[in-house]
């Protein structure tokens, strides 16, 4: 079985100080990880995945993770939040023994950022 | 490129009425999906299609949720008939699928969000 644990539902940062959104993940199996970005009233964009190449994933608008096993962790990091980094993100991790891959979401941290 | 396309965007409608929602994948994509997603909380997955095959849909609430995916290109996923906590976002979603080296990426649609009153 597969799972994430997001550590904190809320986090409250300044524009321009460093972002840090905490994930740890259960799995059976090498799993692939991602984080995904949700604006209110949007869908789902993808900031970033891991899929056992460099432990040190960048992605989109800044944003950055590193895979630690013996952690079992995938941190969101960005060196410096903007306003329009409001939003939820969600941990989500992949894999499984029957070879079609499965997503299992987080329950997402809320990004709030002010000026 | 075209992205995951999902229809309608908003529905608003009295329990017991039925209700269906549209998704058509990214060209080429083999596996769809489709999410619930509760206000404050992840999605949830509902339905795993590989082509016009099911994979996994072991969170359906089969005795009012159905999905198909005919041609094994475009899906619908149908409620009959609606309770009050039905009321979510549906998610769907595509990827190339098992043994393609960028099969791990999927992509979502931007939601059809339904009110149940």
């Known amino acids: 079985a597969q799972s994430v644990t997001q550590l904190d539902s809320h986090v409250s940062v300044s524009e321009g100080t460093p972002v840090l959104l905490r994930c740890n993940y259960s799995?059976?199996?090498?799993?692939?990880l991602f984080w995904y970005v949700q604006h209110p009233n949007k869908g789902l964009q993808l900031l970033l995945k891991y899929t056992s190449a460099a432990t040190l994933v960048k992605g989109i608008n800044g944003f950055e993770a590193e895979f630690k096993k013996s952690e079992t962790s995938f941190h969101l990091t960005k060196p410096s939040a903007h306003m329009s980094d409001a939003a939820e993100y969600f941990c989500?991790?992949?894999?499984?023994?029957?070879?079609?891959?499965?997503?299992?979401f987080g329950t997402g941290t809320r990004l709030l950022v002010s000026p | 490129e075209a992205g995951v396309a999902q229809s309608p965007r908003y529905k608003i409608i009295e329990k017991r009425q039925s209700v269906a929602f549209w998704c058509n994948p990214i060209s080429g994509h083999a596996t769809l999906y489709w999410y619930q997603q509760i206000l404050g909380q992840g999605p949830k997955l509902l339905i795993q299609?590989?082509?016009?095959?099911?994979?996994?849909d072991s969170q359906l609430p089969k005795d009012r949720f159905s999905a198909e995916r005919l041609k094994g290109v475009d899906s619908t996923l149908k409620i009959q008939p609606a309770k009050l906590e039905d009321s979510a976002v549906y998610l769907c979603a595509s990827s190339l699928g098992r043994g393609s080296p960028s099969g791990n990426t999927i992509y979502f649609g931007e939601g059809s969000w339904l009110t149940v009153v």
């Open positions: 989500v991790v992949s894999g499984g023994d029957t070879g079609f891959q499965k997503l299992v």
């Open positions: 299609f590989q082509n016009n095959g099911v994979v996994d």
């Open positions: 799995s059976s199996y090498s799993p692939s």
